[in-house]
């Protein structure tokens, strides 16, 4: 089993409509991130957090939400979707207490939205 | 701002051949650098982690170097096989951010042609 599940794995959805993407990991990890990858773009930072109780936005929060409901999980929300948020997006950890490789980032393996 | 810029963008080559993918970034003040593979459906896999104050690392026909100073950082693939075609990453973390956040470049599409 992967260490990092992202779900759905791939979603089509209304403008309009509200989505949630969820993620959850096995790595006991305290940092979780949410990328989206645009083509061209590389991967853009959304949200992320350090611990369930410390959520901050990232480059490009406008439109999102995000919930950490437990160290393990980390939801992101598009509450009303647009079509130029269709997107990939990535959720990620990484681990504060490994030193050198704290920074060191584990990926899911996706979540395809799309908006039509 | 931190920039990452990933050259070439797509690049196709018979099997066997040696190749460099190139990465460069703006500001050297980073914390490390990352080399990820991505293939479809399977997200991002870490090839390989440089701390800053390393000069390169390798993992089998892998070989990662940095210059952090001229902010230039290539990936070696020896011996280049059907199976390593990809997209390959390259991210840094810069120091200005506390180092968590990972900002990526466009990525280098490769192709390798049995």
């Known amino acids: 089993d992967a260490d990092v599940t992202q779900t759905p794995r791939n979603r089509i959805t209304k403008t309009g409509k509200r989505i949630m993407l969820e993620c959850s990991q096995t790595k006991g990890h305290d940092r979780m991130y949410w990328y989206r990858q645009d083509p061209g773009l590389g991967l853009r930072l959304i949200y992320y957090s350090f611990d369930v109780k410390d959520i901050n936005k990232g480059e490009i929060s406008d439109g999102y939400s995000v919930s950490r409901q437990a160290q393990a999980k980390f939801s992101l929300s598009l509450e009303s979707a647009i079509p130029n948020q269709t997107a990939l997006y990535f959720c990620a950890t990484s681990d504060s207490r490994q030193g050198v490789r704290a920074t060191e980032a584990f990926f899911g393996q996706g979540t395809r939205l799309t908006v039509v | 701002k931190q920039e990452v810029t990933q050259i070439p963008a797509a690049l196709s080559v018979p099997e066997g051949e040696n190749l460099v993918l190139n990465c460069s970034f703006t500001?050297?003040?980073?914390?490390?650098l990352q080399w990820f593979r991505q293939d479809p459906g399977k997200g991002l896999t870490s090839l390989l982690l440089i701390q800053s104050s390393q000069r390169e690392q390798t993992s089998g026909r892998l070989n990662a170097s940095l210059d952090k100073s001229s902010g230039r950082s290539t990936l070696y693939i020896a011996a280049s096989q059907p199976g390593d075609s990809a997209t390959y990453l390259c991210a840094v973390r810069p120091v200005d951010t506390g180092g968590f956040k990972t900002i990526f470049g466009a990525g280098t599409r490769l192709f390798v042609k049995a």
């Open positions: 500001d050297s003040a980073i914390y490390n």
